[in-house]
């Protein structure tokens, strides 16, 4: 049985596949490490560079073609194919630190934790940033969810979770769709139980193109996909609700999805101002029908709290600090 299996999600990333793929190609972890490079439906060269590196090393790397159904379809073909004790997705145009994920591996040998969790490192154009999301745990050390800890939060660059619950709790993440990371990553904070943290900084998480779906523009022109997975979280955090969970647990999980509803507020508040407010109100109104409970406690959150103040009153004013937000920070 393979220790790990990362599901590389890739669609027309012949410009970076390369470097990706490289990342993994050591032969101290070929018997290791299960690599499903999943092709979803891509036009460029994305097949044949998946299949010289499926040559290197056929043990190791697999090809998989399918029609194009979005980043959540990857999610779902790589965790139905996947054989690898942990599981863990890398977009094709990210990579991870060779020798990093050597000693990684290295590690989930000696572990049995439902999920780990990493630091990871942004990559700019000019510059770096290393990351690091968790406070409060020991590295190495095994916790579950009635322990006093806090997870800033977790993302999809942090997080490597058991194959087999995914697989035994029938995953399932929105296709056709993108931002659809975050809801993977309420679904693993929600069927695991253990958690251990390594203090060690293995996923380059790129940023900075103009092609990117986290890119301003990209955001404004996808709004409608941002609403989805919205709404498809506060389902999900009803659905889990119901079936209980451990406070830290639930914490870590709202906090996740709240997250995600203020991206999509704040992406709102880049179309004019009139239109913003009827946006907002309406998605918010949404929110309330699915939940009235989830809709009440994103009143925790500062930012929606202002948002919504007096009947949304001071939605144009949050609208033109935002702006200069974006135009100082880019983001």
């Known amino acids: 049985?393979?220790?790990?299996?990362?599901?590389?999600?890739?669609?027309n990333v012949e410009k970076t596949l390369e470097k990706t793929l490289e990342s993994f190609n050591d032969t101290s972890v070929y018997d290791d490490l299960e690599v499903l490079i999943v092709d979803d439906g891509s036009k460029d060269?994305?097949?044949?560079?998946?299949?010289?590196?499926?040559?290197?090393?056929p043990q190791t790397f697999k090809y998989v073609k399918k029609e194009n159904g979005g980043h959540g379809s990857t999610i779902n073909k790589g965790?139905?194919?996947?054989t690898g004790k942990y599981f863990k997705v890398i977009d094709g145009d990210d990579w991870v630190d060779k020798y990093t994920l050597i000693k990684f591996i290295d590690k989930l040998k000696h572990?049995?934790?439902?999920?780990?969790?990493?630091?990871h490192v942004e990559v700019y154009p000019n510059r770096t940033n290393n990351v690091c999301l968790v406070k409060g745990l020991v590295p190495d050390k095994e916790y579950t969810w009635d322990d006093n800890f806090d997870i800033k939060k977790v993302v999809l660059h942090t997080l490597i979770v058991k194959t087999e619950l995914l697989k035994k709790n029938n995953v399932h993440i929105?296709?056709?769709?993108?931002?659809?990371?975050?809801?993977?990553?309420?679904?693993?904070?929600?069927?695991?139980?253990?958690?251990?943290y390594l203090n060690i900084y293995l996923y380059m998480y790129r940023l900075g193109s103009s092609n990117q779906s986290v890119n301003k523009n990209n955001m404004l022109k996808n709004v409608e996909m941002q609403e989805k997975v919205s709404y498809q979280l506060v389902r999900l955090y009803t659905k889990f609700s119901k079936v209980g969970m451990k406070k830290n647990q639930d914490n870590t999980i709202f906090n996740t999805f709240k997250r995600s509803i203020g991206s999509t507020m704040r992406t709102y508040l880049l179309l004019n101002s009139k239109e913003a407010k009827n946006k907002i109100i309406a998605f918010d109104d949404n929110i309330r029908g699915i939940s009235e409970s989830s809709y009440r406690r994103l009143n925790d959150d500062k930012f929606i709290r202002i948002?919504?103040?007096?009947?949304?009153?001071?939605?144009?004013?949050?609208?033109?600090?935002?702006?200069?937000?974006?135009?100082?920070?880019?983001?």
Request: glycine residues 2%; proline residues 1%; contains cysteine.
């Open 45 to 57: 060269n994305t097949k044949l560079i998946a299949q010289k590196y499926e040559k290197i090393a």
């Open 1 to 11: 049985m393979k220790i790990l299996t990362i599901s590389v999600a890739a669609y």
């Open 79 to 82: 965790i139905s194919l996947a």
């Open 307 to 331: 948002v919504r103040l007096d009947n949304y009153v001071m939605a144009p004013f949050v609208k033109i600090l935002y702006r200069l937000w974006v135009l100082k920070y880019g983001y």
């Open 111 to 119: 572990l049995d934790s439902d999920m780990v969790l990493t630091n």
């Open 174 to 196: 929105t296709e056709n769709c993108f931002y659809v990371d975050v809801e993977y990553v309420v679904w693993a904070t929600f069927v695991s139980q253990t958690i251990t």
